[in-house]
T-cell receptor, first 112, second 114 residues
Framework: DQQVKQNSPSLSVQEGRISILNCDYT??????FLWYKKYPAEGPTFLIS?????DKNEDGRFTVFLNKSAKHLSLHIVPSQPGDSAVYFC???????????FGEGTQLTVNP | NAGVTQTPKFRILKIGQSMTLQCAQD?????MYWYRQDPGMGLKLIYY???????DKGEVPNGYNVSRSTTEDFPLRLELAAPSQTSVYFC?????????????FGPGTRLTVL
């Protein structure tokens, strides 16, 4: 039972353009969402998060949007840079708990 | 400040062998976690600990054991290794409840069971 799904295993964009990574969840108890970035041979690192009381959170070039009715969130990267090439994991949690549920990840490639 | 360290980086085991994956953090975090990542899959929680002496099962605990005798260390034990345990293992830590508190990950251990 995959409660957090990232349906696109890979995404390729040109440098300077927008990258949009999508994530869907099924468990309506999730109320906090995170994105982690992972480079090869390294562990994931936290990127940005959003609480269910918000519909948008912005941090520099990274913006996360949350649509609770659709149980969908997306990560926008503008402008995309070659250094953004990595695997991006979406994760969700109930704030009353301590377990993150991760999606499968999306490999983003930003071409110069 | 080394963050979260894991040893070894790579290991090949034969079916039925045992090993311990080491994890240490120097951030004085209370919470520690073990995840595994299979190809094309997200990270699955194996075990976690909320402090020294306290551990609990995650989503996929079968075939593994953990202990937490100190705040810094959280080793993961594999008994009777099986090919299904071939995976990349990540240890992580967080200061408080790991849902909304940032988890910091180690670089991973790539384990192959043949």
């Amino acid at each position: 039972d995959q409660q957090v799904k990232q349906n696109s295993p890979s995404l390729s964009v040109q440098e300077g353009r927008i990258s949009i990574l999508n994530c869907d969840y099924t468990n309506s108890m999730f109320d906090y969402f995170l994105w982690y970035k992972k480079y090869p041979a390294e562990g994931p690192t936290f990127l940005i998060s959003i609480s269910s009381i918000k519909d948008k959170n912005e941090d520099g070039r990274f913006t996360v949007f949350l649509n609770k009715s659709a149980k969908h969130l997306s990560l926008h990267i503008v402008p995309s840079q070659p250094g953004d090439s990595a695997v991006y994991f979406c994760a969700a949690v109930k704030t009353s708990g301590s377990r993150l549920t991760f999606g499968e990840g999306t490999q983003l490639t930003v071409n110069p | 400040n080394a963050g979260v360290t894991q040893t070894p980086k790579f290991r090949i085991l034969k079916i039925g062998q045992s090993m311990t994956l080491q994890c240490a953090q120097d951030m004085n975090h209370n919470y520690m976690y073990w995840y595994r990542q299979d190809p094309g899959m997200g990270l699955k929680l194996i075990y976690y600990s909320v402090g020294a002496g306290i551990t609990d099962k995650g989503e996929v605990p079968n075939g593994y054991n953990v202990s937490r005798s100190t705040t810094e260390d959280f080793p993961l034990r594999l008994e009777l290794a099986a090919p299904s345990q071939t995976s990349v293992y990540f240890c992580a830590s967080s200061y408080s409840r790991g849902g909304t508190d940032t988890q910091y990950f180690g670089p991973g251990t790539r384990l192959t069971v043949l």
